[in-house]
């Protein structure tokens, strides 16, 4: 007997906006694998072949289900969200924006929050079933102890400051089924945000011989969570969200975090047993000095850095671009602490964490994962 998983006219269609980025990627690759979808469609500003996709992506991220568009310009709407069949999307990711930090307010405003409300008013328009905003945990004000949704926000980024202008609006759309997800550091192989700053520059020092030492404390909360879990945690939110017929106002937010409570420490630790390189932390003098001083000190260290990372790669025979640096962003030196609790949407969705916390195992996981793709001196 024919069944909804065997029958493809029941199951949703899906549109990933931001399709080939680090989440994107990810996602298509879950939902194609376990045929979850009747129609899947990509839609990004980057060609598939400038994207370091790695082999396992090509089937997920093919030609047929790609389209390269902007979709924070209206103009393309049409293309991006009209469907052969004439009907729509059920579900739509917006998995883009700028995700580099550092940037001009402009910046964000246009590719970020620009991109959220547009694309946001045109699924509110086509009654879309569930459109997911994707956000940061850096929208709360900073604290040791993991943050609640309901938690006092106050971003202390740029990105998280245009994230949550978005999430705002966005819930302002009339008619918009809007499902709000803010994650934390989010790891796992290929990554080349956070944790792969910190693997670079390991190296580095790894190569020097010299010890790596941190700012701030080692208690300083840099929450995580694995890339496989951030994605089964936002197909489990979209499920979740049609299970009822009445709209769900106001829209939900959920923090999706893993059960580590990562913190400088944790890593630091990562560091030395993966690389033997002795870790440890700035006394307060140096730590009041930088907080006085971040760009200076930022400077320093990437200066500190990048021309040995340099030598590593040309010692490896490595003459291809890639997307690793030790480049440190100076959004990302701050002494705030990203602490993020996310029991609300374990108890709604019944959810559970596959990668619990960030182990040696996974980030030598990751570190393979470089080699693989011919990165990593």
Known sequence: ??????????KPAVLIIGGLGYTGRFLARYLHDNNFTSELRLVDKHLPELAWLAPEFKEACSRERFMQADASREQSLPRIFDRENGKQFDFVFN????????????????????????VGREAAKRNIKCFVEISTGMVYKADSVPRKETDKLKPWSKLAKWKLTAEEDLAKIEGLNLLIMRLPNIYGPYTR????????????????????????????????????DAVRALWTGVEWFVKTSQPRRPAPVFNIVDHGNTSQGDTAKLMHDIFQVATGFYGTVISAYARLNIDRVVDEVNNDTLDPWADLQTKAGINQTTPLSPFMEKELLKDMDLSLNGALFERETGFQYEYPNMTKELVEEVIE????????P
Request: charged share 25%.
């Open 369 to 376: 994962s470089y080699r693989k793709m011919g990165w990593w």
């Open 193 to 228: 945000k956070f944790l792969s700053t910190l693997l670079c520059m390991a190296r580095v020092y790894q190569f020097r011989n010299e010890q790596m030492k941190w700012l701030w404390k080692d208690d300083l909360r840099t929450n995580t969570v694995h890339i496989l």
């Open 95 to 118: 998995c883009g924006g700028e995700t580099r930090y550092s940037q001009e307010d402009e910046v964000y405003k246009t590719r970020s929050y620009g991109l959220s409300m547009t």
């Open 1 to 10: 007997m024919a069944d909804a998983a065997s029958n493809p006219a029941e």
